[in-house]
């Protein structure tokens, strides 16, 4: 059984930073393709960042020079660091992740069950 846990969400001021953390536990074999999502009310979820195994990341323009998505391999674990935060990044944020359990051929989705952030004076 694998899950995915975040953490890091909460209230912020605009202009203030979050780290969010998303530690993949259980037997996993090996880890894909690791990314952040967020929904915020009324809208569709959609793909924040996503960095790969060896590194190469892709951000959603509205975020790019603000976040920064990173990941331990060693730990399963993928961190998104959001400076200078706005009103609009508002949303409860998921964290996704490609995982071939152990004993297992290819690559399984997983998501996390969300952590909310609110920006808000």
């Known amino acids: 059984q694998v899950q995915l846990v975040e953490s890091g969400g909460g209230l912020v001021q605009p202009g203030g930073s979050l780290r969010l953390s998303c530690a993949a536990s259980?037997?996993?074999?090996?880890?894909?393709?690791m990314g952040w999502y967020r929904q915020a009310p009324g809208k569709e979820r959609e793909l924040v960042a996503v960095?790969?195994?060896?590194?190469?990341?892709n951000y959603l323009d509205s975020v790019k020079g603000r976040f920064t998505i990173s990941r331990d391999n060693a730990k399963n674990t993928v961190y998104l660091q959001m400076n200078s935060l706005k009103p609009e990044d508002t949303a409860v944020y998921y964290c996704?992740?490609?995982?071939?359990?152990?004993?297992?051929?290819?690559?399984?989705?997983?998501w996390g069950k969300g952590t909310l952030v609110t920006v808000s004076s």
């Open positions: 996704h992740a490609q995982i071939t359990p152990i004993a297992w051929t290819g690559y399984i989705h997983y």
């Open positions: 960095i790969t195994s060896t590194g190469n990341t």
């Open positions: 259980g037997s996993i074999s090996s880890s894909g393709d």
